[in-house]
């Protein structure tokens, strides 16, 4: 296919979507976030306070000169991010600046997703979805969770070509990014060992070998900070740990309505517990149409890992989306799913204003309640079809395209 009209037409729409998602993050950064203004019109990025309160303004090494709650990966491309800014900008350099670097590699990846997807041959009014998509507008300058999500996809069309240990790898680099690709493993271990109309010596070898290349790719990027910087290296797993909650999760709602108050630890043991009942669930419920092709419930069960965790930042609508483009059989409930993730957003932003007396002062926590169980229930009925229903027709490889790669 290469560069032709659809492609460039593909990548300006992209492009138009990111260099939006970008004015609606600057908007205000020139203002200093003032009045509250990063939650009043929804303009909060992570970019702006890491600038100084990281150290990356001062070129500051992250884990072995500055602490970072986030793997190694993404610390990496933040330090990365902060040397382009340094440089394109020099002592005029600031969190605006940087805030345009971050948008710009988010913006990179966005377009590698892109090309990628037309290259597999997804159809056009998925590849016209994510060109146009209203989470890139929204999260496209917010964080640096743009990096594990173009991992998690490689992982996914690399499965998709059977290329199992490579996508085991591409895995693992996505976890040493951000905790989530980790549930890829556990498919393509299983899809491994009990692949059908394979003698188990074989699959025994194979599940070793993508065991050793997910473990060897984590390694690899990992083992020179434990080595050097062990403290500031585990900071990220602590963070998660002990942090409470975030207003649009299940538990914080269940409490902040008064429906089931729970302490840290309890949130902890009671959403690993969900977490592991579903995910039995959705790998029994889908092992018979989805045996040969296990890879595929990656996407549920990413749905319901965010559905039952303590926390459920805004931005964890992107880690979902281009995978409800992929594998999502039908795309009525991923329009659902985003226009609640919207009212999400900008509920959970102004009801930080208000809490700051800023405008607007009508909103509460009941209103984040509702846009989030009305995400909720789109991200439900969602797992149910990736489960019970045949994935789309472009993500099953043909049997000669099969034979040719």
Known sequence: MGWDRTMKRLMLGLALTCAAGWLFKSHCTPGGWSMSEQYSTGCYSDAVPFWDGRGVSAGALPYFDARMEYPVLTGGLIWVEGSITRLLFGARANAAHFLFVVTLVNALIAALLLFWFRREGMDGRRLWAWALAPPLFLYVGHN???????????????????????????????????????????????GALFRSNTGWARRLRDAVLVTIAAVGA?????????????????????????????????????GVQGWWATTIPERNLYAALAFLIGAAAIIGFGWQRHRDRLWILFTPLLAW???????????????????????????????????????????????????????????VPGHIAIAAGVRAVAMIWLIVEMVRLPPPAWIVLKPSAEAAR
């Open 144 to 190: 640096w969770d743009l990096l594990a999500i173009g991992f998690a996809v490689g992982a996914m069309l690399l499965a998709r070509r059977k290329a199992m240990p490579e996508a085991a790898a591409v895995a693992g680099l996505g976890l040493a990014a951000k905790l989530y690709p980790v549930l890829m493993l556990p498919l393509i271990g299983l």
């Open 218 to 254: 984590w390694a690899a990027v990992n083992l020179p900070v434990i080595a050097g910087a062990f403290d500031n290296w585990t900071e990220f797993y602590l963070f998660s740990q002990q942090r409470s909650g975030t207003a649009a999760s299940i538990w914080e709602i269940m």
């Open 305 to 363: 890992f965010m559905l039952t965790n303590k926390v459920y930042s805004p931005q964890f609508d992107l880690w979902l989306y281009p995978m409800l483009l992929m594998t999502a059989p039908r795309l009525r409930a991923v329009w659902l799913f985003v226009a609640a993730g919207i009212a999400a957003y900008f509920a959970e932003f102004w009801w930080f204003a208000s809490t700051e007396q800023a405008w607007p002062y009508v909103v």
